[in-house]
């Protein structure tokens, strides 16, 4: 299988870059396609060939539509071994998250349900109460998971759900893995500020 072809607009290649850049703090231009990140991509093989090299070539050349559109932005599991191997720092996990960000503000339909579900159930989390506590921010993804299926009549997947999440909860269990405390973290009202200064900025 080949990689996908890239559609160049040059009308939005720049804006789009810069919107990009500005973001994630990342400097795309900087890339030279020597593709040591997508040699060392933990989830290269799972991303359709969308590896993070190819990703910054599609942001530079202003092809919004499959930047914004792809299994990279939602794969991507934060590891930073792009980075890492990246001659000019770039971490594409930084860009990843600034095209979801992007993609969800835009109304796009996420690749991966169960991941978007997952990830905004651990934000929210997080900035409710300073500290992601476990058996909450894991009830409200599965909350999300099953209305989601059962609008979609898909009552299977709910159950099937249930035992994987229930077999897993007892593992982490037994090897003291999870907690059922509830901790509450200071100055939530600091990170709450933080957060709806990152959405203004995004909005300008």
């Known amino acids: 299988m080949a990689a996908p072809a890239i559609d160049i607009n040059p009308d ?3 804006p789009f870059l810069k919107e990009v850049m500005d973001r994630s703090g990342q400097n795309l231009s ?6 040591r990140c997508a040699a060392g991509c933990s989830v290269g093989d799972e991303t359709d060939f969308f590896t993070p090299n190819l990703l910054i070539r599609m942001v530079v050349l202003g092809d919004r539509e499959r930047a914004l559109n792809n299994q990279l932005v939602w794969k991507c599991v934060s590891c930073y071994t792009c980075g890492t191997r990246c001659p000019n720092d770039i971490q594409t ?3 990843t998250e600034t095209l979801k960000k992007m993609a969800k503000a835009e109304h796009l339909p996420p ?3 169960k991941i978007a579900d997952f990830h905004d159930a651990f934000v929210r989390s997080g900035i409710r109460w300073g500290r992601v506590n476990e058996m909450e921010f894991m009830g409200a993804y599965e909350m999300k998971f099953a209305l989601r299926n059962i609008k979609a009549r898909r009552f299977g997947a709910i159950l099937d759900e249930v035992k994987a999440q229930a077999g897993l909860g007892m593992k982490m269990t037994q090897l003291r893995r999870m907690h059922f405390g509830f901790l509450v973290a200071k100055g939530r009202k600091e990170i709450k500020a933080l957060q709806r200064k990152s959405k203004q900025r995004a909005t300008h």
């Open 111 to 113: 690749l991966q349900p």
């Open 12 to 14: 939005q290649a720049q």
């Open 30 to 35: 900087a890339c030279y396609q020597c593709r």
């Open 93 to 95: 996990a930084r860009i």
